[in-house]
Nanobody
Framework: QMQLVESGGGLVQPGGSLRLSCAAS????????MNWYRQAPGKQREMVAT???????NYANSVKGRFTISRDNAKNTVYLQMNSLKPEDTAVYYC??????????????WGQGIQVTVSS
């Protein structure tokens, strides 16, 4: 398991931008997929974006064209650049990182969650 620390959330007006960061630390064999999820009040947690070790990306249709996920493997950090934000993007955003421990077992780690509020 890795320890994930998220940052970059806050309050922004519709049409604005935010950049979320998630820094992972820990002794592992490898770091695999890195993902962002979000959960709005009264709704289930949903996948927002994912990025593989080889930088292949996927996005939820609701954010496609507006959000960009990226990673810095040297820093074990994943980012989510959020542009053209809408009130519907308001949620708690969670970083999720898959890694392999020293026994090469796949494990999932989760960040603490960070609030993003899009409002006038």
């Amino acid at each position: 398991q890795m320890q994930l620390v998220e940052s970059g959330g806050g309050l922004v007006q519709p049409g604005g931008s935010l950049r979320l960061s998630c820094a992972a630390s820990g002794i592992v064999s490898s770091v695999e997929d890195m993902n962002w999820y979000r959960q709005a009040p009264g709704k289930q947690r949903e996948m927002v974006a994912t990025i593989t070790r080889g930088d292949n990306t996927n996005y939820a249709n609701s954010v496609k064209g507006r959000f960009t996920i990226s990673r810095d493997n040297a820093k074990n950090t994943v980012y989510l650049q959020m542009n053209s934000l809408k009130p519907e993007d308001t949620a708690v955003y969670y970083c999720n990182v898959w890694s392999r421990d020293l026994n090469f077992k796949s494990v999932a780690s989760w960040g603490q969650g960070i609030q993003v509020t899009v409002s006038s």
